[in-house]
């Protein structure tokens, strides 16, 4: 297990914004389950990190340790069935599935990020979710057991997971079908091509900030604000793509906070629409109890 009394969290997140946190990093499986076990014995909150893809962290110490997951990377192919541990990076596996001929996950190439990080948010893009072609998720539930939840008992939703609420997700299984791995190659090669054109790669980000509402997109409404460019601080709604909030330099948390309560408060006035956040919040009060894995 590796252990980091006082890591700092912006070298974890794709914002590279944050302060510091206790890190604890298990190697196996074994090491992470008896760890959570006796923060859960002892009522000790703590945080999950995967790749940091999705989260902005406080600019203070957090109150509470953080578990990284990312050294659970075990990937295994079987026929038609592909298997990961939650620290596996998604597009090592979408890269692993398309050159073996397996079709169902080339569509989410290039979304950053864990696969224990996107089967919590069921990451998607494309019209593809993580979920689609899920088996199972296998989880430390509440009450300390490793348990399979098959994928109908997850509660998957647009950008969200209810049935896996308060679990720590340690692998999940897919089953793919079966395709010309030189086609899945180019639809991976397109997919990449379109995210590097639509988004705004060279600066930090988590991507988008909010989520679509009914009938139209978080991005087009902030557009229309005219928000495109603004900037707080080090934080900026950024200009190739309004539903991102990048990180221009030097930008801190209560930076990118004011920026999308902005976003926020804009969008309401002028148009009515109250946008729902996307990215989670890692700060220094949090996490409250309901929210914890
Ligand atoms: C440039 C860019 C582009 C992006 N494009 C997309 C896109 O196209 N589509 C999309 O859906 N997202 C996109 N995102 C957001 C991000 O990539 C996804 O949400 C990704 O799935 C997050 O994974 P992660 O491991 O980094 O999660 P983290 O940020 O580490 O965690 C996210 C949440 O999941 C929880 N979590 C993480 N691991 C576990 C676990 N093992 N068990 C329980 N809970 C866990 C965390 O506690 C947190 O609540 C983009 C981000 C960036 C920076």
């Known amino acids: 297990m590796r252990h980091f009394p006082s890591a700092p969290l912006a070298r974890h997140c794709t914002?590279?914004?944050?302060?510091?946190?206790?890190?604890?990093?298990?190697?196996?499986?074994?090491?992470?389950?008896?760890?959570?076990?006796?923060?859960?014995?002892?009522?000790?909150?703590?945080?999950?990190?995967?790749?940091?893809?999705?989260?902005?962290?406080?600019?203070?110490?957090?109150?509470?340790?953080?578990?990284?997951?990312r050294a659970l990377d075990a990937l295994t192919i079987h026929g038609l069935v592909v298997e990961a541990q939650a620290g596996v990076w998604l597009d090592r596996l979408v890269a692993l599935t398309v050159r073996h001929g397996l079709a169902g996950l080339e569509r989410l190439s290039g979304i950053p990020g864990s696969v224990g990080g996107a089967i919590r948010m069921n990451a998607g893009a494309y019209g593809a979710e993580v979920s689609d072609h899920l088996l199972?998720?296998?989880?430390?539930?509440?009450?300390?057991?490793?348990?399979?939840?098959?994928?109908?008992?997850?509660?998957?939703?647009?950008?969200s997971a209810h049935g896996l609420h308060g679990a720590l997700i340690l692998s999940a299984r897919w089953l793919l079908s079966p395709q010309d791995a030189a086609i899945l190659q180019g639809e991976r090669r397109t997919i990449l091509q379109r995210r590097r054109q639509a988004q705004p790669l060279e600066y930090p980000s988590a991507g988008s900030v909010f989520k679509r509402p009914p009938g139209d997109y978080a991005s087009r409404l902030v557009d229309a604000a005219g928000l495109k460019g603004v900037r707080i601080g080090g934080a900026q709604v950024s200009e190739k793509h309004a539903g991102f909030i990048v990180n221009r330099g030097g930008a801190s948390a209560a930076d990118v906070l004011a920026l999308m309560a902005l976003c926020r408060r804009t969008v309401a006035n002028r148009f009515g629409v109250h946008l729902e956040l996307e990215q989670c919040l890692c700060l220094e009060h949090w996490p409250q109890e309901k929210d914890l894995p």
Request: aromatic share 12%; with cysteine; net charge negative.
């Open 136 to 159: 199972e998720v296998t989880v430390l539930a509440p009450d300390g057991g490793v348990v399979r939840i098959p994928k109908e008992a997850c509660g998957f939703g647009y950008r």
């Open 15 to 69: 914002y590279r914004i944050g302060g510091t946190a206790e890190i604890f990093a298990p190697e196996t499986m074994a090491e992470c389950l008896a760890l959570v076990r006796s923060w859960r014995a002892q009522g000790q909150p703590f945080w999950v990190l995967g790749g940091g893809a999705n989260t902005l962290f406080g600019d203070g110490h957090l109150p509470f340790p953080v578990l990284l997951t």
